[in-house]
């Protein structure tokens, strides 16, 4: 549930003014804090929103550690809320909304008929991940307005005249191409003679051409929800994840179902209830039920894959903050994902999928080998996931960690002196520190380095604990640190352009990037939108479940799946053997050969490189 609500501080840089005036006042509560909802959590505080209820009263178990980032085994058998509770307050004192996570079908309705019914309607999203397969349900009530369906800026153009028939024509400046068309709405100002345009009122285009017409404005738009029994037995629509999977989507609906009728209904196999709840959906049945896919979906549905409830907290976050303020269009209504490419090919034995009492039983890839070229702020997220599904942990396994050679290194000397110097001087001020003449002088912070003054003692450990949490006034301690920061936007020392500069051309060096002069870089600088935990997430965490999907494989530099020039069909025959199915080929933007085409279907005797010259017009070398 999310109440939409109040004003106050946001990251308007990142989501805009109504993001900005919605978050900070959204109360939140959350039920059952399993690891789909922690990350959920763990975006939302750090978007900034007000306050969080939790509630469960379930306990840690040992197979939970492997999915909780806040988890630890020392809190096996004590309250998920209690252990999870100091580890959050860490991050932020802000949130708002309820999501509701593990709750059964019969619950989740009742509760969505009170948020749906209830005047304000309140937002209900509900959300579950069962081993490799996913679900999201969102209604945000009978009449939701979107303000802003994509968030980017409405066109804009510059009047050059007016004329006062009927209809009135409204034409542009002819060296600006404007892109409307018939039927969007615009909105005139500071238009002199026919004044009467200047009422902020939106007025339809017609006739729109390249150099008239009138100026753009963005329309809300209103969505109308189904509440979650409509959408049950009638689910029209379906946000699909995988163009090549339309038809997963309601084989994964019925099998959700499914799965919570078999939990109440201990006894009964799953592919039997789904066949009887198929068939008595009348209309909106299934033609023919997945049953593979089925069994695959009821033999990981006791476990929740941290890669997979990664992902979908990452999701859930971005609609919670469409929920609170009203920007960017939600989804709607239903959203399944499966990752079932990631299961091995081949039967397994049923012996080696026996629990072991280990807190990797969902998963178990504690002998893998893995190389990792990075370890920014992607590559610390990535290491959380690979650690927690155990990857390389065994005295078997081995996790390499490479960041990109500093190629130049006497030529990197002089961006690593301004980065360190300009960065020293900015936390300086920040905690109102002098800041010696010498520190500004490469050549006198040079000789400073050689004179480093000895027998400092610094208190470490439970000491300076101690030191810090003693009883201060707090008052005081602010009124020293307040200085009033000159504004050195037009000196020619600006260090924090020496920082940002500095930073960004070792970053570009180590890419093998063109490099930018300052002022460039202020340029660049001033038009970054920053990222926030709920995009961050969304981007990066459908990246963990690919580590399934290894399979034991192995690979060197002198490996290869193809030698020679193989004909299509020899090169398909090579990527089943590896257990994956290869639908279309592209080469740049080209497209090859795609198995949905029937025409097609004449080039699969033709070699893979003749094709990239007919097709794609490259030129390959004859080796």
């Known amino acids: 549930m999310i109440y939409r609500s109040g004003n106050g501080n946001f990251n308007s840089g990142s989501s805009g003014d109504t993001v900005v005036n919605t978050n900070p006042d959204t109360p939140m509560a959350m039920e059952v804090v399993r690891m789909v909802l922690i990350k959920i959590f763990i975006n939302l505080i750090l978007a900034s929103v007000k306050s969080v209820i939790l509630h469960d009263e379930g306990s840690v178990e040992l197979c939970d550690i492997s999915s909780n980032f806040l988890f630890a085994e020392t809190d096996v058998g004590k309250n998920k809320v209690l252990a999870s509770v100091q580890k959050l307050q860490e991050l932020n004192n802000a949130v708002a909304a309820v999501v509701f996570t593990a709750i059964g079908f019969e619950s989740a309705i009742e509760f969505e008929e009170y948020c749906h019914n209830h005047k304000p309607a309140i937002s209900f999203i509900k959300t579950e991940v069962r081993g490799l397969f996913g679900s999201v349900f969102c209604d945000f009530g009978p009449e939701f307005t979107v303000v802003d369906v994509d968030g980017e800026e409405p066109h804009t153009g510059i009047i050059a005249s007016t004329c006062n028939d009927s209809p009135a024509l409204v034409s542009c400046v002819d060296d600006e191409r404007l892109e409307f068309q018939d039927g969007d709405l615009v909105v005139f100002s500071e238009v002199h003679g026919m004044t009467e345009l200047n009422h902020g009122k939106p007025r339809k285009v017609k006739n729109a051409r390249p150099y008239s017409f009138e100026l753009g404005v963005k329309q809300p738009k209103v969505l109308k929800f189904r509440t979650l029994k409509e959408a049950l037995s009638d689910p029209v629509d379906y946000l699909l994840s995988d163009s090549f999977k339309f038809d997963r989507p309601p084989q994964l609906h019925l099998a959700f179902q499914a799965l919570d009728k078999f939990i109440g209904e201990l006894g009964q196999k799953l592919i039997s209830v789904s066949r009887t709840m198929n068939e008595n959906s009348g209309d909106n049945?299934?033609?023919?039920?997945?049953?593979?896919?089925?069994?695959?979906?009821?033999?990981?549905?006791?476990?929740?894959?941290?890669?997979?409830?990664?992902?979908?907290?990452?999701?859930?976050?971005?609609?919670?903050?469409?929920?609170?303020?009203?920007?960017?269009?939600?989804?709607?209504?239903?959203?399944?994902?499966?990752?079932?490419?990631?299961?091995?090919?081949?039967?397994?034995?049923?012996?080696?999928?026996?629990?072991?009492?280990?807190?990797?039983?969902?998963?178990?890839?504690?002998?893998?080998?893995?190389?990792?070229?990075?370890?920014?702020?992607?590559?610390?997220?990535?290491?959380?996931?690979?650690?927690?599904?155990?990857?390389?942990?065994?005295?078997?396994?081995?996790?390499?960690?490479?960041?990109?050679?500093?190629?130049?290194?006497?030529?990197?000397?002089?961006?690593?002196?301004?980065?360190?110097?300009?960065?020293?001087?900015?936390?300086?001020?920040?905690?109102?520190?002098?800041?010696?003449?010498?520190?500004?002088?490469?050549?006198?912070?040079?000789?400073?380095?050689?004179?480093?003054?000895?027998?400092?003692?610094?208190?470490?450990?439970?000491?300076?604990?101690?030191?810090?949490?003693?009883?201060?006034?707090?008052?005081?301690?602010?009124?020293?640190?307040?200085?009033?920061?000159?504004?050195?936007?037009?000196?020619?020392?600006?260090?924090?352009?020496?920082?940002?500069?500095?930073?960004?051309?070792?970053?570009?060096?180590?890419?093998?990037?063109?490099?930018?002069?300052?002022?460039?870089?202020?340029?660049?600088?001033?038009?970054?939108?920053?990222?926030?935990?709920?995009?961050?997430?969304?981007?990066?965490?459908?990246?963990?479940?690919?580590?399934?999907?290894?399979?034991?494989?192995?690979?060197?530099?002198?490996?290869?799946?193809?030698?020679?020039?193989?004909?299509?069909?020899?090169?398909?025959?090579?990527?089943?053997?590896?257990?994956?199915?290869?639908?279309?080929?592209?080469?740049?933007?080209?497209?090859?050969?795609?198995?949905?085409?029937?025409?097609?279907?004449?080039?699969?005797?033709?070699?893979?490189?003749?094709?990239?010259?007919?097709?794609?017009?490259?030129?390959?070398?004859?080796?």
């Open 285 to 623: 049945g299934l033609e023919e039920i997945d049953e593979k896919l089925l069994r695959h979906f009821s033999f990981g549905s006791k476990v929740v894959l941290n890669p997979m409830a990664a992902m979908f907290g990452g999701i859930v976050g971005q609609e919670v903050v469409k929920a609170c303020s009203g920007k960017f269009h939600p989804l709607y209504q239903f959203f399944y994902f499966d990752s079932v490419e990631s299961l091995p090919a081949e039967p397994l034995d049923p012996n080696d999928l026996k629990p072991v009492n280990s807190r990797y039983d969902g998963q178990i890839s504690d002998e893998s080998k893995v190389f990792m070229v990075g370890s920014g702020a992607l590559g610390c997220e990535f290491l959380k996931y690979l650690a927690l599904i155990g990857v390389s942990c065994n005295n078997q396994g081995k996790l390499t960690i490479m960041m990109i050679f500093f190629s130049g290194i006497g030529t990197l000397a002089r961006l690593s002196l301004q980065f360190i110097m300009a960065a020293s001087i900015l936390h300086a001020e920040t905690f109102g520190i002098p800041i010696p003449d010498w520190v500004k002088n490469p050549s006198k912070c040079a000789t400073a380095v050689n004179n480093v003054i000895e027998g400092v003692n610094i208190v470490t450990g439970e000491k300076a604990t101690n030191l810090s949490s003693a009883s201060i006034d707090d008052a005081s301690v602010i009124n020293d640190l307040t200085k009033k920061v000159e504004d050195c936007s037009s000196k020619m020392i600006h260090y924090h352009m020496d920082l940002i500069a500095g930073f960004a051309n070792m970053r570009a060096r180590n890419y093998s990037i063109s490099e930018a002069q300052k002022l460039k870089a202020k340029f660049i600088a001033g038009r970054i939108i920053p990222a926030i935990a709920t995009s961050t997430g969304t981007i990066q965490e459908p990246v963990p479940p690919k580590v399934f999907k290894h399979r034991d494989m192995a690979w060197t530099v002198w490996d290869r799946w193809f030698s020679g020039q193989p004909h299509l069909e020899g090169a398909d025959a090579v990527v089943e053997r590896q257990g994956s199915e290869c639908i279309q080929r592209i080469m740049w933007n080209q497209l090859l050969f795609n198995s949905l085409f029937p025409r097609h279907k004449d080039r699969m005797d033709r070699r893979v490189v003749d094709l990239a010259r007919e097709v794609a017009k490259v030129e390959m070398h004859p080796y």
